[in-house]
């Protein structure tokens, strides 16, 4: 165990120290596929664990060069896992709970001519898509549409994750834009 600590030890300083791209994905393919495990203990989701496992790793990868462990890759990379997983359990308890006051709003306002029929809401909704910009717009549809995740549709358009991220976070910010005026709360 010692060894294989002490070699992947040493496959990260190759990493950070020579731009090692084969050590990168030899401690990749090493520990890929047992963290993608772990973070299936706080998520439920293989993909999303997965996703998260390769955030870590993307992120190991950018900032190479400033991080410092105390410890072993191995220790880094499981609390990475293990705090990426937390940080995205809490966003969704955010996200969830802005859901569930905004539909109890709408549910006291109640008034039938101040709410959308779900038919109406969803042609708004599919307009505001439509008035995107294309590569805004194409992204936002393989994520939400198709089901891709970030690091997929980064692959097939050949940009960064933080790229899907940015354009992502255009797409909604506009869309909510677009349908501010139709929203009974706000």
């Given at each position: 165990m010692n060894e294989t600590l002490n070699l992947d030890n040493d496959l990260f300083l190759k990493v950070c120290l020579e731009n090692d791209?084969?050590?990168?994905?030899?401690?990749?393919?090493?520990?890929?596929?047992?963290?993608?495990?772990?973070?299936?203990?706080?998520?439920?989701s293989r993909e999303i664990a997965e996703d998260l496992v390769q955030e870590v790793?993307?992120?190991?990868?950018?900032?190479?060069r400033s991080i410092r462990i105390?410890?072993?890759?191995?220790?880094?990379?499981?609390t990475s896992v293990k705090h990426h997983c937390l940080n995205y359990i809490r966003h969704r308890e955010v996200e969830m709970n802005y859901v569930s006051?905004?539909?109890?709003?709408?549910?006291?306002?109640?008034?039938?001519?101040?709410?959308?029929?779900?038919?109406?809401?969803?042609q708004l909704i599919d307009k505001a898509i439509m008035g995107l910009p294309e590569k805004l717009r194409t992204v936002f549809l393989m994520h939400r549409r198709q089901d891709m995740t970030y690091a997929q549709i980064s692959t097939q358009m050949s940009i960064s994750i933080k790229t899907v991220e940015s354009y992502m976070g255009k797409s909604l910010k506009m869309i909510r834009s677009r349908l501010h005026e139709y929203a009974p709360f706000s």
């Open positions: 791209e084969k050590a990168y994905q030899s401690l990749f393919r090493h520990y890929y596929a047992p963290l993608s495990l772990y973070a299936l203990r706080f998520i439920p790793f993307y992120k190991l990868w950018r900032d190479r105390s410890t072993s890759i191995r220790a880094y990379l499981i006051e905004h539909l109890s709003i709408m549910t006291e306002a109640g008034r039938e001519e101040d709410i959308l029929t779900a038919r109406e809401l969803q």
